[in-house]
């Protein structure tokens, strides 16, 4: 692949120490083009999670190296992969990770907050604010503004934690087992929502453990014994799995 | 920016944060209420000592005093004009004080002065009770007793140096409720003779309905402190039960100027109360009779006397007070006037008896603070002692902080980890938590310095209202902290770095937890169960 968004060569991460210690990645070399939609599947426990996080920059491996268009990540500073994790990169958790003391469009603003200084943020929080709310509109979620995390349902709160990946225009979401805390309905919208993302030209990488899920990708990629291999025809299997996908409703 | 927002919002919507305030809150009021009242107490010693005595005093080391005190106030005036202003001989020994109408006797600490001199030098003054209502009605001079009467319509008549006087200080009364409580009760007729007085509010007249005349003998005046005769009552005021002239009596022990006592029996002095002297040191108002110097100079036999030689001695006092020029350093006066003493003594010493020269050789030059060291000294412990035993109970509050801020820290991992997935920084989520710390410093100082003040402002009031309830609660007991009433004086400096060391204590309970807060692993975070 020529000059890729993303690339991840001989990463290895293992857990633990001497007899106890755990290898879960043993050199995984991967890479993904600007709007693609990369899917990584794998069974559970396989560390695709770790992977994830690793490209995110939340985690550093033991080993290789992690390049975003062309720039080290991992053995970038500190300053800069926080800029790297609040600027290039939108995370999703499986679990949303909200702050509970927040409002819906509080926690979409988080990552603008943490990008502006506290004047800065003086000058730009009416603009902010309206992005964020247009986000949101975008997510269906534009009557739920004011309402906290506890007051959502778990597809609500995925979709708020997917406009909080947004809010800086992320060149790249990582997506972790976003339908994994879902149920099929609820799943289905936040899979429609990704897609309607990536068609508009957003650059997703997803683990999942679910085949019919990472079928929605244009690629996937099957981690095993810490190695990912390519897997499948993906045009086929994503037209099989099209019904998974819902539209979302306002 | 994040870093503002989220401390905001933690502070009002994290029930834990408000155990840190509550925490700095006792604490900053504590330390105020403990301040204020310490250094209250502190400052009103200083100020009342200041207010009682002369900037200097040429002391004598015994009770019959030193001679050749006109001698060498003179003296000090020529050799020494920049440095003194005036000078006032006085005398104080012991005394027996007696209301012989009650058969009230009590020791007395008797100060024989020069009132018009003795005002002079000090805030003596500002502490008379009847002179404040009836300004130059209080004298220490031979005097017979006032007696208010009613006029045809039955209204009250005072004597028309007490009415004139009372007119003048109408006129200078800018507080119109003072002069409305004044005159807010009406004569209850008592009759008289002294002990059963017409009473106003503030003021006890002896009353005839057939008055107002001058009811002799002519006796001296004496100024007695107001806790020697008089009692407070519920409200704090003291009971004046006892009107103005009656009759009062001093038992009084002669010396020769050897210190021998002069083997007559003690002298019976008369006298009439004339005014009451309050100077707030409980110390001093429950002992001192206040006499005029040249009558107790002779009756003390310490005027001049006729020796077995057939000459005169030398009359003696037991103080000569020495007001400074103004802007005269103290220390400096002091040395200096003390060299002249010297220099003096010395002059004299061929013309001088051996008893006048021992008598001499001891007096010796004293500051006003030099007067009170010891009483000074030991409430300046006491205040150091008090700040030693805040700062534990502050290191503790640290330490509690801490405990907070860890749990704090513990509870919120999961959103650091969050807060960094996002872009924040190590630097930027310790000093949210810095900054989170700072804030709860900050939120308590302002209530505890809220409630430390209102307590300390109504401090009094909440001293007698518990009295009220029971007697046994009353904490402040005038006898042993020198004071009737405890200070109730807030300083801003106080406040300020009472609030300023809160903040700084509160952040550095929080610096442990911040750092690990900031140093935690976005992804072990973000994991933590």
Known sequence: MNNPLLRAKGIHKSYGTGAAEVKVLRGVALEAAAGEFLAVTGPSGCGKSTLLHILGALDLPDQGELEFRGEPVSSANRTWQASYRNLQVGFVFQFYHLLPELSVLENVLIPRMVLHSYWGWRRNARQCRDEAVKLLERMGLQHRLRHRPRELSGGEQQRTAIARALINKPDLL????????????????????????????????????????????????????????????????????????????? | MYKWFLVSKYLRTKLVALFGIAAVTLCVAMVLVVTSVMGGFLDTIRSRSRGLHSELVLESGSMQGFPYYDEFAKKLKQALPDVVRVTSPAIHTAGIFRVPALQYTKLAKVLGIRIDEYVQFNDFKKGLHYEHYYPGTTTLAQQEMLVAGLDNKGNLQLPREWADANAKWRASETDKKTIADFDAHPPDGAPYPDIRPFRRTESVFAFDPDGPFEAGPKRFGAIVGTDLLFDRDQDGKFDRYIARGASVALSLLPLSASGNPLGEPPVLLPLRYVDDSHSGIYEIDSMSVYVDVDMLQHHLAMDPQELEDGSMSKPRVSQLLIALQPGVNLDDAKKRVQSAWIDFCADMADQVTENDAKNMHRAEVATWEDMQRGLINAVEKEKYLMLIILAIVCLVAIVLLGLIFYMIVEKKTRDIGVLKAVGARSRGIASMFIGYAAAVGFVGSILGNTIGAIFVRHINEFQDFLARLNPQLRVWSPDVYSFDRIPDVVKTNDIAWITTVAILASIAGSLIPALVAGRVWPVRALRYE
Not at chain 1, 207 to 231: I, N, P, W
């Open chain 1, 174 to 250: 990582l997506a972790d087992e976003p339908t994994g805390n879902l149920d099929e309905v609820t799943g289905g919208t936040v899979l429609g929502l990704l897609g309607e993302l990536n068609r508009a030209g957003q650059t997703i990488i997803m683990v999942t453990h679910d085949a019919k899920v990472a079928a929605l990708a244009h690629r996937r990629v099957h981690l095993s014994e810490g190695v990912v291999r390519e897997k499948g025809n993906p045009v086929a299997e994503r037209d099989a799995a099209r019904p998974l996908m819902t539209e979302v409703r306002s």
